[in-house]
Nanobody, 120 residues
Framework: QVQLVESGGGLVQAQGSLRLSCAAS????????MGWFRQAPGKEREFVAA????????NYANSVKGRFTISRDDAKNTAYLQMNSLKPEDTAVYYC?????????????WGQGTQVTVSS
């Protein structure tokens, strides 16, 4: 079982920055693909960013490219999402997820989420 705990959310003005953290339990974090997703009120959950096991490959939703950066620190069992130039439309609950491949492809463990609110 993998436990993921997000932190770093909060209220920020437009054009501000936040850094989200996702701390993972277990000793095999370095073998997980990690992702960030978000869900705004009344909308479906959407993909934000992902980082490969090696950390050399990252993917981003078009809506956040150039503004958000995903990273990982395997020594700390932690993934990060640096969010710059925030916009009101970035307001959502942000979730981190781990693809451990234990249950086949796909994200199989999720955190509880952290609220990000961007005021205009």
């Amino acid at each position: 079982q993998v436990q993921l705990v997000e932190s770093g959310g909060g209220l920020v003005q437009a054009q501000g920055s936040l850094r989200l953290s996702c701390a993972a339990s277990g000793r095999t974090f370095s073998t997980y693909t990690m992702g960030w997703f978000r869900q705004a009120p009344g909308k479906e959950r959407e993909f934000v960013a992902a980082i490969s096991v090696s950390g050399r490959t990252t993917n981003y939703a078009n809506s956040v490219k150039g503004r958000f950066t995903i990273s990982r620190d395997d020594a700390k069992n932690t993934a990060y999402l640096q969010m710059n130039s925030l916009k009101p439309e970035d307001t959502a609950v942000y979730y981190c997820a781990a693809d451990t491949l234990v249950n086949g492809p796909g994200y199989d463990f999720w955190g509880q989420g952290t609220q990000v609110t961007v005021s205009s």
